[in-house]
């Protein structure tokens, strides 16, 4: 009769597992002035891209991305070849702050920093043209 139960428990709960599907991350300004944060170190957890130029006051409401509230989870980021960033650990750009150049790639922010971000500045830079 265990058996019987068991089995019919299983199928039960197999029949309202929904799959589970993550967003997609919007595309990255093909200008190259954009940012790419993550909630994980190295990358990891979920993720969005931030588009600029961007002066997002507070991070609790970011608007355009899958996870909207990036108030005190980026951990690790990635800065656009055209793009330059500035974090800071409370809103209104205030307080301590990071600068991260163009081009760059953050696996692990610095401890005084990471996962304290509130604000964050996302400006556009001009690349150097290249003469051939």
Not at 32 to 45: H, K, N, R, T, W
Not at 83 to 94: C, G, I, N, R
């Amino acid at each position: 009769m265990w058996q019987r139960f068991s089995i019919v428990a299983i199928l039960q709960v197999a029949a309202c597992a929904h799959p589970v599907t993550h967003p997609r991350l919007r595309a990255p300004n093909p200008n190259g002035c954009y940012a790419i944060v993550f909630e994980e170190p190295s990358f990891g957890g979920a993720g969005d891209v931030l588009n600029g130029p961007a002066r997002l006051n507070g991070l609790d409401q970011v608007p355009e991305t899958n996870q909207g509230n990036w108030r005190r989870r980026i951990r690790s980021l990635r800065v656009g070849r055209a793009a330059a960033v500035t974090a800071y650990v409370d809103t209104a750009f205030k307080r301590k702050s990071q600068h991260f150049a163009p081009g760059t790639e953050h696996p692990q922010l610095d401890p005084a920093i990471s996962a304290r971000i509130q604000s964050l500045e996302l400006t556009c830079v001009d690349r150097p043209s290249v003469r051939r």
